[in-house]
T-cell receptor, first 117, second 114 residues
Framework: EAGVVQSPRYKIIEKKQPVAFWCNPI?????LYWYLQNLGQGPELLIR????????DSQLPKDRFSAERLKGVDSTLKIQPAELGDSAVYLC???????????????FGPGTRLTVL | AQSVTQPDIHITVSEGASLELRCNYS??????LFWYVQSPGQGLQLLLK??????LVQGIKGFEAEFKRSQSSFNLRKPSVHWSDAAEYFC????????????FGAGTQVVVTP
């Protein structure tokens, strides 16, 4: 079974440019997460989807970040415009959701490493 | 406030020696507890998890962790470290009363010396 797929793996852009990251979760996983991981830190949740609904986006900087999961499967995270401080690894994770009980076990993709120059 | 603390930022251990990584949490109720490992350039891989029952849980790669309610701790251990265990380790907590809330510690970097 394929794991969580993310692309691209690496992205280098200049500040003020837009950038988008794509995630395809494990088949059958209703819940999808986007995390931000700064160097030397643990992942921090940006947004959580239950199917196509964003149920927790309280940590998403909405002035420049946006996300969508239109059909409740794959998802896109966008930054426009990017700033120097956005340089980090963006991780996508998925879980079964309520169908999997309350365990909330998450499976992570390899991440996209963004460098903003 | 809810929190997850990994007191050790960096640990160096000799190959073959034992390893213990500390994790403390502050939550209103006993949460679900996880340990993940992250190798350079890789995503996080689940080592083990605790939901309920036996407080000593076994995971992959020879790791185990013990939940101690009285100390609000969930420390990770391995009796004999291999060079391939060099990585960053994250403790994570999921709330049982607010499903989907998942919080990570800052991580512990493990270096294995010959």
């Amino acid at each position: 079974e394929a794991g969580v797929v993310q692309s691209p793996r690496y992205k280098i852009i200049e500040k003020k440019q837009p950038v988008a990251f794509w995630c395809n979760p494990i088949s059958g996983h209703n819940t999808l997460y986007w995390y931000l991981q700064n160097l030397g830190q643990g992942p921090e949740l940006l947004i959580r989807y239950e199917n196509e609904e964003a149920v927790d986006d309280s940590q998403l900087p909405k002035d420049r970040f946006s996300a969508e999961r239109l059909k409740g499967v794959d998802s896109t995270l966008k930054i426009q415009p990017a700033e120097l401080g956005d340089s980090a690894v963006y991780l996508c994770a998925s879980s079964l959701g309520l169908a999997g009980g309350n365990s909330n076990e998450q499976f992570f993709g390899p991440g996209t490493r963004l460098t903003v120059l | 406030a809810q929190s997850v603390t990994q007191p050790d930022i960096h640990i160096t251990v000799s190959e073959g020696a034992s390893l213990e990584l500390r994790c403390n949490y502050s939550y209103g109720a006993t949460p679900y507890l996880f340990w993940y490992v992250q190798s350079p350039g890789q995503g996080l891989q689940l080592l083990l998890k605790y939901f309920s029952g036996d407080t000593l849980v076994q995971g992959i790669k020879g790791f185990e962790a013990e939940f101690k309610r009285s100390q609000s701790s969930f420390n990770l251990r391995k009796p004999s470290v291999h060079w391939s265990d060099a990585a960053e380790y994250f403790c994570a907590v999921a709330s049982t009363d607010s499903w989907g809330k998942f919080q990570f510690g800052a991580g512990t970097q493990v270096v294995v010396t010959p």
